[in-house]
């Protein structure tokens, strides 16, 4: 099952806070509180669980080393899961330019529920913290019944 809209529907409840999971390189797993949304992909337009994470972050050298990652999401006893591979795009990966990642930022920021009264103040630290777009396309999605 891949439809995310248990998943979206349970991070709009709790501002976009939700568990993220990496691989260390020993194989134990590290558990990052963070706030993801879902949105089209930017090139594929799949539907994705997006983040953005501060450049040298663990987060981003455990999915560098490994790109499984699994995404927890809950309110009060509901809770969804999305397991899948990530894909970073960030100033440290070449994968975009400048504008397109400070378009994707932003997109990622709105996508979990964020708003800006300043976003030129808000793309200037993104590029200084050199943050990078996260997007976990899902291959695998599971929820508690309701």
């Not at 976009?16 to 194989?27: A, K, Y």
């Not at 930017?42 to 663990?58: F, Q």
């Not at 699994?70 to 970073?88: K, L």
Request: glycine fraction near 8%.
């Amino acid at each position: 099952m891949t439809d995310m809209s248990a998943f979206a529907e349970l991070l709009s409840r709790d501002h976009g806070l939700c568990v993220l999971n990496t691989l260390r390189r020993d194989g134990s797993v590290q558990s990052s509180v963070v706030n993801a949304g879902v949105m089209a992909h930017p090139r594929t337009s799949d539907r994705v669980v997006a983040l953005v994470a501060i450049g040298g972050s663990l987060k981003l050298r455990h999915l560098r080393a490994d790109p499984r990652a699994t995404v927890v999401a809950r309110a009060g006893w509901e809770w969804a899961t999305v397991e899948g591979t990530a894909e970073i795009i960030g100033p440290d990966d070449g994968s975009v330019g400048p504008e397109e990642l400070r378009l994707l930022l932003r997109a990622v920021f709105e996508a979990a529920g964020g708003t800006h009264d300043d976003w030129d103040t808000y793309d200037r630290v993104m590029r200084d913290e050199r943050r990078a777009a996260v997007l976990i396309t899902p291959t695998r999605v599971y929820s508690n019944p309701r």
